[in-house]
Each structure stands twice: as structure tokens, then as C-alpha cells.
């Protein structure tokens, strides 16, 4: 094996450790038909190929790496009260801390210890390693850097002294609340109102599908203010502030870590200073929606890696008619499959990421990355579902968890069909908008 084989199958090392692969975690018990393979076999990574071709080795520097690392071992450990917390639908307030302390939050986009930010490589790093975990845990986080970039982009001095480091650290959670009933898409329908009122602001209106919203302790509310251009303009509000009402969408069957809610502004008063003054319009609300979007991307892919190892030790272990399902051309021809689907969704990202270290991307690359690694993963965990039968649909076996929060993402960050006209209209010069 090569050094830089070597290299990758020790920062992969706890993707499938015995930790992960253990009978409690990847294992139904003998008597129904799964036989136990050897530790050693067991623990090691057979997935180093993949991240070789993608160049996971080469993508990341030794902070980053570092910071993956304990992201990777947390969300491992958080793994066995994955199912009870999605099925509950409990946000995980120690683990959100401990990925704070970790350097996971913000992590390049706001330096710690008197250092600089991560490379933009951190942020799909971290978030394939959080959604490894749970989609829903690494949608609680995108919304999370999405207020945070959007307070060190447009936000005063003020707002950032105030916010930043109990941000960046897990103390708060907070919410970017942008959608609306008769806005989901088209961003440009928003209809909620701020009006001037002397030294404060009152918002009026309603939001709807709003991550983090009933756990959120800060909202970041978007609302025209009848200023120039048409104006949208973003408010940071405490959840205690009288007149903000929100309510759980408690019917929600995905993503249900992150708990999502609607949100009604009732004359919400705020002061002048809660506004962000360096925030006008669509074009910075967009420039935050293709910061999800890459987060969106990576994530789905680190979901549809943790799926394609769970089936290739089922695979391995579960036998029917004396002979284990991996010794089947069927299933074998389906991992490969699979592991197409994740090389390739890798090897995309990674791209991307090491582009997006040199200048802004442009939405048709970020747009076609999105479409294809959300439509790869969701078939990744689909084909996992399968191998499992009937096991596939057991909360404590983890694929069906995942694969409702990739049929949510397949939508979330831009819908699947938003993002080809975004790439039709790149390719044929015609708005079908």
C-alpha cells in the first residue's frame, strides 16, 4: 500500500472501525441469518480506493483534517441515539456544543485561538462528516453557518462582537428564516414587512419550513423594507422578543433532529441595530443560499458513504442459502454501483471545494454539483435499502433514516428542478423561469 494509501486509510480509519461495525451498530442476531467475519476484516477500510480516486489526501490540510477527525468521532458516538432522536424528533444540544468546541461551526469563516478561518475545503470536509452522522444534524448546521456568514459579510462590528463567539462555540442555536408560504423558490415573493417606526422596526408577516426555527435562540428574519431597489433587508431576532410565535411542524418525516417550523411576526419590534446594515437584497441573499448549497452537496455524500459501508457489511455477513448476499453477482454489481455514485460525488465535491478556495463559483457549477450529488446519494441509500430488505426500513439498522433525510435534501438548498433551469438557462441563453 502507498504512503498516501496509507495516509487516507488512517484519516478514514473511523468511518469503519469496530466501533461503527460492531454487532449493536451493523449486525441482526445469528438466528436470523447473519454470520459474524473476522475483526480484522472487520475494522479495516475498504473504502481507501474510493477516497484515493476522489483525493481526499490531497484536498485537506492537517487542520482541516484534524477538525474531520472529531467531527467524525463524535458523530460515531452520537450514532446509537441517531434513531431514537430522529424518531423523537430531539435536536442533540450536547453534541451541537461539542462540535462547537471542535472547530466545526464556522469554520471558515471565523478563526479561533487568534488564528485564521479554515480553507473553504473545511466547510464540505466537515459537513460530509456531519451528515455521515445524520442529514438532519448537518442541516441544523448549514442553516447555522449560513447566519454566521451572513452576520461576517453584512453585519456591523456591534452585532459581531455580540453574536460571533457564542455562535461559533454551540452556546445558541439560531435560524435563517427566508422561506415563506407563497415563497419558496421565487425569493423574490417575499412578503414580509419591516416599517419604520423612529429608532425601531416592525416586522409583520409569516415563514414557513424554518430549520432550527423551534429551537433557534436567534432568527435571522428576512423583510422587504419599502427602501431602494426593492429591498430585503435581514433582522436578527431573540426568540424571546414579544409578538414572534412559532410553531413546530411536528409532521415533518425528515431531517426531524433539526426540528423545522413555522414562524409568525406579529408588529415584532426591533431595534435599528438588529438590522444588518450591509444587506440589500437578492444578491446578498444569494451569496449566503450558494454557501448552503455547498454544504448541501458535500453533506448528501458523507449520508451515502455511511450507507454503502453499512450495506457492505451486511452484505458480508447476512447469508441466504448457505452463501453470504456478497458472494451474489446481483449484489455485488449493486455496490459497485454505489460506490460509483460516491468516488464520482466525492471527487465533485472535493473539486469544487479546492475552485471555490480561489474565487466565487459560479452558480452553474455549484447548481450542477448540487443536482447530481443529491440525485447519486439518494440512489446510493435507495440500492443500501434494498440490500437490507427488510432491514432496510429498521430505524436501528440507520439506512431508512437516511434515506428519508436525502429525499429532503434532493429539495432542500434549491430543488432539483430550480437547478436544471439554472443549468438549462447556462446552457441554451433562455430564461424558462
Known sequence: MSHNTNSLASLFSSLTNEAILDDAHCQVATDEGIHKIDAEQQSGDRLAAVAAFAGWDQALDADTQTVRRRVLELVTAWEPEAAAAFQNGRFPNELFRQLGAAGALGAALVGRNGRPPLAKTAVCAIMHAVEYGDGGLRCALTVHDSVIQALVRYGSDAQRQRWL?????????????????????????????????????????????????????????????????????????????????????????????????????????????????????????????????????????????????????????RYQFDVPLASKQLIQTSLADMTERVALGELAMLHLAQRWEQAALPRFDVSLTKRHNCAAALEVVRMARSILGANGVDFNHHVIRHLLNMEASYSYGGTHEIHGLIVGKELTRENAF
Open 165 to 317: 463567539e457564542p455562535l461559533i462555540q454551540g452556546e445558541i442555536v439560531s435560524a435563517f428564516a427566508l422561506t415563506e408560504p407563497n415563497a419558496g423558490s421565487d425569493i423574490r415573493a417575499i412578503a414580509t414587512k419591516a416599517t419604520r417606526q423612529g429608532d425601531d422596526w416592525l416586522l409583520s408577516g409569516h415563514k414557513s419550513w424554518i430549520t432550527n426555527g423551534p429551537r433557534a435562540d436567534l432568527i435571522l428574519i428576512w423583510a422587504r423594507t419599502g427602501e431602494r431597489n426593492e429591498a430585503i433587508r435581514g433582522f436578527l431576532v431573540e426568540k424571546e422578543t414579544p409578538g414572534l410565535h412559532i410553531e413546530p411542524i411536528a409532521s415533518a418525516g425528515a431531517m426531524r433532529v433539526a426540528p423545522v417550523g413555522r414562524v409568525t411576526l406579529d408588529q415584532v419590534r426591533v431595534p435599528h441595530s438588529a438590522m444588518l446594515p450591509h444587506a440589500w437584497g437578492l444578491t446578498d441573499i444569494n451569496a449566503c443560499l450558494d454557501y448552503n448549497r455547498m454544504t448541501v452537496l458535500s453533506g448528501v455524500m458523507g449520508g451515502a458513504r455511511r450507507c454503502l459501508e453499512i450495506a457492505l457489511v451486511y452484505a458480508g455477513n
